[in-house]
């Protein structure tokens, strides 16, 4: 990694602080990326559980690891990676009223990885308005091509249906500028059209049902949810290392982090 960096860049990146919230298909790969890349102190936010269901795109889903903590997985995983950093594992949902202790210590960049919509908003307000650079992930399911991914202003991102929604909420509960000019929040996407989920057999005509095992966790379980979206580990991993790659170039100085769209 310094013979990119240079012994500069890599003191800078020993010397920082990156919180990662939401250690799913995409978080859990710009975690790994960041400690495999010399960041010095890591936070890793998760309030959920691996399921088995998880396995198709999820770092820490292993045998063996099922029902087991994402935050503590990954702590871990990361220590065995890197032993020199500060890794701080914590098993928590972002919510308004802990943005204050999660975001503790001046932390040099943020990501979000988060899929919930009032929690990724607040997230992305919060940072705004306390001036902490942040990336922010958006749809990573229902898609089949890594090279159709983009990073680009938040409020200049297209055929994506999550920053539609995002943008929405952002402007109506956080006073989000209504403008098309740029909020200065770097976005990951996709420019691919979103492919519908298709049925499976076992569903029986009946539409989506939830087959993971744990069943409720409480939050977010997927019995509540209508549909959920297929998904790669090739684009939700894509997705991750793309964000690492806008952390670890912020933290350097390296500009350029935006990427031309057609």
Known sequence: MARLTGDAGMARLMNSF?????LGGVGSFTAEALARSGVGRLRVVDFDDVCVTNTNRQLHALKGNIGKP?????GERLRLINPMAEIEPVKQFY???ASD???ADSPDFVVDAIDQFTAKCHLIATCKQRGIPLITSMGAAGRWDPTR???ADLNKTHHDKMALNVRSILREKHGFSRSRGAWGIPAVFSDEPLQPPESLAYEEGTGFRCVCPQGNNGLLTCDRRARIDGSASFVTGAFGLACASVV???LCGRDGTETPHD
């Open 149 to 151: 991914i983009k990073v």
């Open 248 to 250: 670890v170039r912020g």
């Open 18 to 22: 990156v919180i990662v919230f939401g």
């Open 95 to 97: 919510q308004a009223e």
């Open 70 to 74: 994402k935050a503590t997985l990954i």
């Open 101 to 103: 202790e999660l975001l």
